[in-house]
Nanobody
Framework: QGQLVESGGGLVQAGDSLRLSCAAS????????MGWFRQAPGKEREFVAV???????QYADSVKGRVTISRDNGRNTAYLQMNSVTPEDTAVYYC??????????????????WGQGTQVTVSS
């Protein structure tokens, strides 16, 4: 059973860049499809990006062009590179994993394993 641990969040200024990491253990990372979601106070958890085990990617329209999702199967780690952040990016960021993801990759309920989240706060 997969276990996920996020890191890399913190307080940054608008326009800065940061990279979030998601370390996986307890399963076969190379077979996982990895997603990133975020949840701002008072809002529902929303999809940010997904990378399939084969390397294909999809992004939410709100972050397209500013965010890159990647994975390193040798390190059992997924990454979310965020550039030109804005205060609207402030949220708790979660990574998620599943071995079965064909459709509705943007829906949290399609993922089986979740990390505890890492806070990202962007000041203006």
């Amino acid at each position: 059973q997969g276990q996920l641990v996020e890191s890399g969040g913190g307080l940054v200024q608008a326009g800065d860049s940061l990279r979030l990491s998601c370390a996986a253990s307890g399963g076969s990372f190379s077979s996982y499809h990895m997603g990133w979601f975020r949840q701002a106070p008072g809002k529902e958890r929303e999809f940010v990006a997904v990378i399939w085990s084969g390397g294909s990617r999809q992004y939410a329209d709100s972050v397209k062009g500013r965010v890159t999702i990647s994975r390193d199967n040798g390190r059992n780690t997924a990454y979310l590179q965020m550039n030109s952040v804005t205060p609207e990016d402030t949220a708790v960021y979660y990574c998620a994993a599943t071995e079965h993801l064909v459709y509705r990759w943007y829906a949290p309920q399609m993922y089986d394993y979740w990390g505890q989240g890492t806070q990202v706060t962007v000041s203006s």
